[in-house]
């Protein structure tokens, strides 16, 4: 029984942030969504040194954590540190689709996580990101 919980309530978790980056985005279309979501995840994981990416994830629902982690190799060093190859990274996630915007997407992303977490581990979460891209948060 609190299995069955656990996991409506991480599979609920996930739609909510589904559905609130298809609000920010005014996007219709859901698959489109989780593919630039889980796209820029594994953008944020892999700019990150690894105790940093560890911290990122730590603040996503369990399924969303699991996706973030995926493929991930912790031993590599951190790469897409510029902003161009960060959005490249993103884009890459919808197979450079000219509809979208990889950087609104990355804006948007990360405001998830402004309105998700406390303030002071939102300011954590930013200056463990590359300067490059701070300003990606919202202020």
Same mark, same amino acid.
């Given at each position: 029984?609190? $299995?069955?919980?656990?996991? @409506?309530?991480?599979? =609920?978790?996930?739609?909510?942030?589904?559905? *609130?980056?298809?609000?920010? +985005?005014?996007? /219709?279309?859901?698959? /489109? $969504?989780?593919?630039?979501?889980?796209?820029?995840?594994?953008?944020?994981?892999?700019?990150? *040194?690894?105790?940093?990416?560890?911290?990122? #994830?730590? =603040?996503?629902?369990? +399924?969303?954590? #699991?996706?973030?982690?995926? #493929?991930? @190799?912790?031993?590599?060093?951190?790469?897409?540190?510029?902003? @161009?190859? %960060? &959005?490249?990274?993103?884009?890459? #996630? $919808?197979?450079?689709?000219?509809?979208?915007?990889?950087?609104?997407?990355?804006?948007? $992303? &990360?405001? /998830? %996580?402004? *309105?998700?977490?406390?303030?002071?581990?939102?300011? *954590?979460?930013?200056?463990?990101?590359?300067?490059?891209?701070?300003?990606?948060?919202?202020?």
């Amino acid at each position: 029984m609190c $299995v069955s919980r656990d996991l @409506n309530s991480t599979l =609920q978790a996930t739609q909510n942030w589904i559905s *609130d980056l298809m609000w920010r +985005l005014r996007w /219709q279309n859901r698959e /489109q $969504v989780y593919h630039v979501l889980i796209a820029t995840l594994h953008a944020l994981r892999d700019c990150l *040194d690894r105790d940093e990416a560890v911290y990122m #994830g730590a =603040q996503l629902p369990v +399924l969303l954590r #699991g996706y973030y982690y995926e #493929g991930w @190799n912790p031993s590599r060093r951190p790469k897409g540190r510029n902003r @161009n190859s %960060f &959005l490249d990274r993103i884009h890459d #996630g $919808v197979h450079h689709d000219p509809a979208v915007d990889p950087e609104e997407v990355a804006r948007s $992303v &990360l405001a /998830q %996580f402004v *309105d998700r977490l406390p303030a002071a581990e939102v300011e *954590d979460a930013k200056a463990a990101t590359p300067s490059a891209l701070h300003d990606l948060w919202p202020v």
